[in-house]
Nanobody
Framework: QVQLVESGGGLVQAGGSLRLSCAASGRTFSTYAMGWFRQAPGMERAFVGAISRSGSSTYYVDSVKGRFTISRENAKNTVYLQMNSLKPEDTAVYYC????????????????WGQGTQVTVSS
């Protein structure tokens, strides 16, 4: 069982940056690949990117490539989402999720979810 808690969301102007954190409970964090998703109002939850168990591999959707970076510190049971050059269309609730295999991009494939953190980008 893994419990996930996101933090770091907020209001930022277009072109700005935010770093989201996702803290995991338990001793098995390093056995999970981690994904980030987002859900805008009225939209389905969408995959943003993921990082492998060791952190050696990452994957991003095209819309965030070059702007977002996922990293993790297994010693701290934490995964990060660094978001740069933010755009109003990045506004959403952001979720981290854990899965026991690589590479999973679908919502239904993830076993554990955080509660989400709101990111709002003003124009």
């Amino acid at each position: 069982q893994v419990q996930l808690v996101e933090s770091g969301g907020g209001l930022v102007q277009a072109g700005g940056s935010l770093r989201l954190s996702c803290a995991a409970s338990g001793r098995t964090f390093s056995t999970y690949a981690m994904g980030w998703f987002r859900q805008a109002p009225g939209m389905e939850r969408a995959f943003v990117g993921a990082i492998s168990r060791s952190g050696s591999s990452t994957y991003y959707v095209d819309s965030v490539k070059g702007r977002f970076t996922i990293s993790r510190e297994n010693a701290k049971n934490t995964v990060y989402l660094q978001m740069n050059s933010l755009k109003p269309e990045d506004t959403a609730v952001y979720y981290c999720a854990a899965v026991g295999r690589w590479l999973v991009t679908g919502v239904e494939g993830y076993n554990y979810w955080g509660q989400g953190t709101q990111v709002t980008v003003s124009s």
